[in-house]
Structure formats: structure tokens, C-alpha cells
């Protein structure tokens, strides 16, 4: 009876074998790998369809203001150069002022055609800039509050 373990001796062994093995190299690599391929999984069901939208919704902005130039030009019973560029040059500033705050704040890129800036290789980098940049900003600026938000969340906090 000596040489046989008892389940409790056993399970212990085997967390014991686990535990090591996870913090082992071997182990934190897997980890780090694992989480990193999970956060580009994540990231791109996140951000992808969000870069849709906004591209469509751009699209949609630059058809409007074609089809709005367009009755412009078809309103002038007699085209007079002055109206029409008043009329015009309103219209374009209107939309140039979406796309500016479409580039600046909600992530529009310009582009209308695929690939997504958000692809499963994107969303891998990111995700890897994400692991590297966590540990070098908490460092830097030795935050206490911010720290498990942002290695939660994986995005660096401010307070």
C-alpha cells in the first residue's frame, strides 16, 4: 500500500506539476502566445465592424454631397459661376469638416476598398504592441490605480 498515492496525494503532484510547468519558460511563453492570439481574435471582432460601418457611413456621406453638387448645378436654371461656387464651396466645406473629424476622431482611414486595417494580422500586432507597451507604461510613470485596468483591459490608463 506504501507504493500507491492516494487521490489527494496525487492531485497535489499533478498541481503542483501544472504550476510548474506554467511558470516555467516554457510555460510563460505559451502564455504570452496564447493571450496574444486571443487578443487578436478579440480586437478584430471588436474593431472590425466598427471600421465597416464608418466606411459605409463615409461612403454614404460622398455620395450625398455628389448628389447634392449635382442639384446645385441642376437648380441654376442659368448657371452663374458666383452662386454656383458659393453653393458649392458651402457644401464641400460641410463635408470636408465630417472627414476631418472622421480622420481625427473616429478612425476613418480614407480608404472605401479591403483589406481592414483590422484584419486577424493587425489585430495581432496590435495585440502584441499592447503586451510590450503595458509593461514599459506602467513602469514609466509608476501608477498604482491605473495598473489593473490596464493590464485588464490591455490599454494604458491615465489616472
Keep these: 500500500m506504501r507504493g500507491e498515492r492516494t487521490r489527494c496525494a496525487k492531485c497535489r503532484y499533478y498541481c503542483r506539476a501544472g504550476t510548474t510547468f506554467l511558470f516555467s519558460h516554457i510555460g510563460l511563453c505559451g502564455l504570452v502566445v496564447g493571450y496574444t492570439i486571443m487578443g487578436a481574435f478579440t480586437f478584430e471582432a471588436l474593431e472590425a465592424y466598427n471600421e465597416r460601418a464608418k466606411r459605409e457611413e463615409m461612403r454614404t456621406e460622398r455620395t450625398a454631397v455628389v448628389e447634392a453638387l449635382w442639384d446645385i448645378t441642376v437648380e441654376s436654371s442659368v448657371l452663374?459661376?458666383?452662386?454656383?461656387?458659393?453653393?458649392?464651396?458651402?457644401?464641400?466645406?460641410?463635408?470636408?469638416?465630417?472627414?476631418?473629424?472622421?480622420?481625427?476622431?473616429?478612425?476613418?482611414?480614407?480608404?472605401?476598398?479591403?483589406?481592414?486595417?483590422?484584419?486577424?494580422?493587425?489585430?495581432?500586432?496590435?495585440?502584441?504592441?499592447?503586451?510590450?507597451?503595458?509593461?514599459?507604461?506602467?513602469?514609466?510613470?509608476?501608477?498604482?490605480?491605473?495598473?489593473?485596468?490596464s493590464v485588464a483591459y490591455g490599454t494604458p490608463s491615465t489616472t
Excluded at 476631418?100 to 476622431?105: D, E, G, L, P, S
Excluded at 495581432?124 to 514609466?140: A, H, N
Design 80 to 149: 452663374h459661376e458666383i452662386n454656383w461656387t458659393e453653393r458649392a464651396a458651402a457644401t464641400l466645406r460641410n463635408f470636408e469638416v465630417t472627414l476631418v473629424r472622421a480622420v481625427r476622431k473616429e478612425g476613418y482611414d480614407g480608404k472605401d476598398d479591403p483589406p481592414l486595417q483590422w484584419s486577424f494580422s493587425g489585430a495581432l500586432l496590435y495585440s502584441i504592441i499592447v503586451i510590450t507597451t503595458i509593461g514599459k507604461f506602467v513602469l514609466d510613470l509608476g501608477l498604482t490605480d491605473g495598473v489593473r485596468d
